[in-house]
């Protein structure tokens, strides 16, 4: 009877590291899956401001800042109509 008891306390012992084993396997994965998406965020980030720089790095995109600051110039000074 002393052996079936032996190996009984075994099996829980090897179900109880397994289990331990699964826990922090899940605990790592939901960790790496947090990390991954921080880093996804951050490449969305980067090439958000390339674009930007693309889109506001020419001439065009200077000119139109020219003419938005003369207007907004021509608005400040145009007398108040009522």
């Known amino acids: 009877m002393r052996y079936f008891a032996s190996q ?7 179900l109880r590291q397994e289990r331990d084993a699964l826990q922090a396997e899940k605990a790592l994965t939901r960790q790496l899956k947090t990390e991954i998406a921080e880093l996804h965020i951050e490449i969305n980030q980067q090439l958000r401001e390339r674009e930007v720089v693309q889109i506001t790095d020419n001439d065009y995109f200077r000119d139109l800042q020219q003419k938005a600051a003369r207007l ?9 109509r009522e």
């Open 8 to 14: 009984r306390e075994q099996a829980l012992v090897a």
């Open 72 to 80: 907004r110039t021509r608005q400040a000074s145009a007398p108040v």
